[in-house]
């Protein structure tokens, strides 16, 4: 008889959780553990937190000289540059210097960064100093100090990563859960579709609204878990490339969609772009919606959503 094998733990410094639906427990343990190794390595590739590692190869080098790296990781860099260019640079990776050098969301923030560094800072975020070399594979930052990160689609890049190993092994169904950001393929071990439930951004842990679905990818980006508040003023933890200031005015958007790195990428950028903005952007874009809610409570959606 089938069952959900499930199993939570941190990777890449939030909490991943994987569920595997089959009738053997040993496999299902085995299958959880490959797909664990397999994000392992996804982080080991892409984290900045490790000095060896080559995203921080490539930042070290950045106004120095073009860095030769594995091919994924170069076509992650691709990918996410072709974000950039539909987002019109809402979506950017090289948004590292403004990331932890100017805030840090540990709460202990009492005043904001002065105008001055925030503008020197920005001169380093612009996609377009992110030069890639295809017949070389390699990836060269134009301008010194400039620093790229993989926040934005890391984790959704991972929990498609480790469905697909997942699927190779032969898992029929199961959830990889990134923090929010999850996949979902198959159904429940009863046959029926997996349920989801949307966050609500007062609280987090009551869902407004759930969906029943399968072979789809969800990610939210919201303001309910990072923030700071200083002056009375609450500061989300998403940073707008182009001003280098946090987004206000959205406390979240969920995007639905087949693949869940870019369902990751797509989040932050509609939060920053707003409600029209990031709508009118949605609704151009085949097998992508989304739902979004305010700082008021009203909850906007792109054309294919109906809520019951």
């Known amino acids: 008889?089938?069952?959900?094998?499930?199993?939570?733990?941190?990777?890449?410094?939030?909490?991943?959780?994987?569920?595997?639906?089959?009738?053997?427990e040993v496999k299902a343990n085995a299958h959880i553990d490959a797909a664990i190794a397999e994000i392992q390595r996804i982080e080991r590739l892409l984290t900045t937190f490790n000095e060896d590692s080559q995203t921080n190869?490539?930042?070290?080098?950045?106004?120095?000289?073009?860095?030769?790296?594995?091919?994924?990781?170069?076509?992650?860099?691709?990918?996410?540059?072709?974000?950039?260019?539909?987002?019109?640079g809402y979506f950017d990776i090289s948004y590292g210097s403004i990331d932890k050098g100017l805030w840090n969301f540990d709460r202990s923030m009492l005043?904001?960064?002065?105008?001055?560094?925030?503008?020197?800072?920005?001169?380093?975020v612009n996609y377009n100093n992110i030069v890639l070399d295809d017949?070389?594979?390699?990836?060269?930052?134009?301008?010194?100090?400039?620093?790229?990160?993989f926040g934005g689609i890391g984790k959704g890049y991972a929990a498609e990563m480790g469905k697909r190993l997942l699927?190779?092994?032969?898992?029929?169904?199961?959830?990889v859960n990134a923090s929010g950001d999850l996949?979902?393929?198959?159904?429940?071990?009863?046959?029926?579709?997996?349920?989801?439930?949307?966050?609500?951004?007062?609280r987090a842990v009551l869902p407004f609204s759930y969906m029943n679905i399968?072979?789809?990818?969800?990610?939210?980006?919201?303001?309910?878990?990072?923030?700071?508040?200083?002056?009375?003023?609450?500061?989300s933890h998403t940073i707008n490339p182009k001003t280098g200031m946090p987004i206000?005015?959205?406390?979240?958007?969920?995007?639905?969609?087949?693949?869940?790195?870019?369902?990751?990428?797509?989040?932050?950028?509609v939060s920053i772009m707003g409600v029209q903005n990031g709508i009118e952007l949605i609704n151009q874009i085949q097998q992508v919606e989304c739902i979004i809610i305010d700082d008021e409570n009203h909850i906007y959606s792109s054309h294919k959503i109906n809520f019951k």
């Open 1 to 24: 008889m089938k069952k959900e094998y499930r199993r939570g733990l941190k990777l890449m410094g939030n909490h991943f959780e994987l569920t595997v639906v089959d009738d053997n």
């Open 57 to 88: 190869l490539i930042n070290r080098h950045a106004g120095i000289r073009p860095v030769k790296v594995d091919r994924e990781i170069y076509e992650i860099i691709e990918r996410s540059l072709r974000i950039s260019r539909l987002t019109d």
């Open 111 to 124: 005043c904001l960064p002065d105008a001055e560094t925030v503008e020197r800072n920005l001169n380093l």
């Open 135 to 149: 017949e070389a594979g390699t990836v060269f930052l134009t301008k010194q100090g400039m620093r790229i990160g």
């Open 167 to 175: 699927q190779q092994r032969g898992v029929d169904s199961g959830v």
């Open 183 to 202: 996949t979902v393929w198959g159904n429940q071990a009863n046959g029926k579709p997996w349920t989801i439930g949307i966050a609500n951004p007062e």
């Open 214 to 235: 399968t072979d789809t990818a969800i990610a939210t980006s919201g303001n309910y878990e990072k923030f700071v508040m200083i002056d009375g003023k609450k500061y």
């Open 248 to 269: 206000s005015g959205i406390k979240s958007v969920t995007i639905i969609c087949p693949n869940a790195e870019i369902a990751d990428a797509l989040a932050t950028p």
